[in-house]
């Protein structure tokens, strides 16, 4: 499908002939509402739909729930505008009383404008991570959308689907690559100079990444993303490019090892959270600061803070962590890692209405499904402020792990093929001074 033609960075698309300004009108349907704030005023504009951001969703599923889960997200989530692409991974065995497309039929539901394919054997923790979101950039790219954005199938909106292109326009040309509320640099990706000595996150790369590229610092956020048309082209394009630094980054992700002290030399770690944003930060597309002071588009039009695109609770049970109350998975949807992700539900809307996150992950209706009765709504006013109870709640067990002694560190978790250690980390100035900005505008504690 080819490329629609668009209206420089931030106007909407204008109509022409000879219906002139009453056209013009009929078209954007803008609403202009001025808002004294502080003595200020504030022009909200709000475009038609069809003038919005267009949408291309990347839906991964492994499983038969993981599939459950993507049709039901699909439904929360559709627009016919949009476009959606369903990737099953190669190891699902497919049912053998019916043929795969028989299978995908509830998924897909006959709409047109999503498709579905099997790429990727993907295991955890290797290069195959990548290339269902490769996938998805790549389909997209054969598209008209601007924004894409990838989703498990544990995966679940805040935002309807009007809501969520109203807000993508006021956001539009940033690219959020990050989780919080875990992620200590919030929406910018946390370079690896900015952890402590010793946390396994700047043991499991050198610096710089690649001896080719003596300045290539390696940087860390999710493998979830909101990103714009533009970072999906540089990427493709540039790993089609031999000596480019995404070109580099696979093979050496693919090909190379690294020392990790107490393990030994094993294939660097964690590729999904970190080729993107290290691509992303090289690549001169724009960037979201720590925290970013947005119109709040959905409701009142004044200006909040955005801390997060995508709520995912994560590395809050290490031996040195708060050990915030979370819910208790059932058996079969644990996973037993320290660093989570942990499943979210109704006590955790407060929290994720004050980031104002988009998405949240990993919702569940075997784990509180009243997180589903609630969300999405069209104004994040709408979403009650609940929070955990002061005292522990039956449904909620703190987990404990072995320790292990490395070096002069103590305290620490074996993982996998690391060892995590107590974090000190030495985090940029923009992070201090991003939080103090958005005090300004915040309505209250987090």
Known sequence: MARRRQAPEGLPRLPTGKAGGIALMASLAVTIALLVLGGAAYVVMRLA???????????????????HSASLLLGAIYDPEHHYFVHVDKKYKWPTDRTPDETMAPVMKGRTNVKWAQVADVAWGRWSMNEPTLWGMAQMLGT??????????DAWPVLTPSALRTTLQELKGLN????????????????????GDGWHKKQAYPHPMLNSEPTLEAFYGSQWMVVTREFCDHVISELERPGSIAHKLREWFVNGTVVVEGVGRVKPHIPDETFFPTVLMRSGLRVPKPVEVVADVTGSGK?????????????????WSSHKQ??????HLSTGRPWGPYY???YDLGDIKAHRALFVRKASRHVDGNIFRVLPVDDYAKIPD???PATAVTLSTTKTYETVTRGSETGCVRVAESIHCPPVHNLGGDVAASAKRARRYSSGEL
């Open 176 to 195: 959020f690559v990050t989780s919080g509320p875990s992620c200590d640099t919030g929406l910018r990706p946390t370079g690896r100079n900015e952890f």
């Open 303 to 319: 200006k909040v803070p955005l801390r997060s695109v995508w709520y995912v609770r994560m590395d809050e049970h290490y031996p």
């Open 326 to 331: 979370r819910y208790e998975a059932p058996s």
């Open 144 to 153: 008209d959308a601007d924004v894409f954005i990838n989703l498990s199938g």
């Open 386 to 388: 609940l929070r955990w």
């Open 344 to 346: 979210v539900g109704s």
């Open 49 to 67: 739909p069809e003038d919005q951001p267009r949408v291309a969703f990347l839906v991964v599923a492994h499983d038969a729930p993981t599939l």
